[in-house]
Nanobody, 122 residues
Framework: QVQLGESGGGLVQAGGSLTLSCVVS????????MAWFRQTPGKERELIAA???????YYVASVKGRFTMSKDNAKNTLYLQMNSLKPEDTAVYYC????????????????WGQGTQVTVSS
């Protein structure tokens, strides 16, 4: 059974930093796209960062240059380093893993964590 578990969320002032972690159990990282999404009330879940099965990175424009996604294959752990946080970054953050081997990073995420709240105060 594949399980993902995020941690590291919290309350931070604007301009601050947080690092989110996501531990994947029941399945290897290798060969599967991994991603971070975020969601605010009333809005759809938004893909903000992804690592493809081949190692390529994708970032949505609103976080590019501020957020860095990385992974530790040995620990089966995904990270999201978030710097220069803004109030508009406030959301529940989810990690996700693709259900199928390979593919595009834009979709196909079948496994999700429970989410971790990030709140950025102004």
């Amino acid at each position: 059974q594949v399980q993902l578990g995020e941690s590291g969320g919290g309350l931070v002032q604007a301009g601050g930093s947080l690092t989110l972690s996501c531990v994947v159990s029941g399945r290897t990282f290798r060969g599967y796209n991994m991603a971070w999404f975020r969601q605010t009330p009333g809005k759809e879940r938004e893909l903000i960062a992804a690592i493809s099965w081949g190692g390529g990175r994708y970032y949505v424009a609103s976080v590019k240059g501020r957020f860095t996604m990385s992974k530790d294959n040995a620990k089966n752990t995904l990270y999201l380093q978030m710097n220069s946080l803004k109030p508009e970054d406030t959301a529940v953050y989810y990690c996700a893993q693709a259900g199928r081997y390979g593919g595009e990073v834009s979709g196909g995420y079948d496994y999700w964590g429970q989410g971790t709240q990030v709140t950025v105060s102004s």
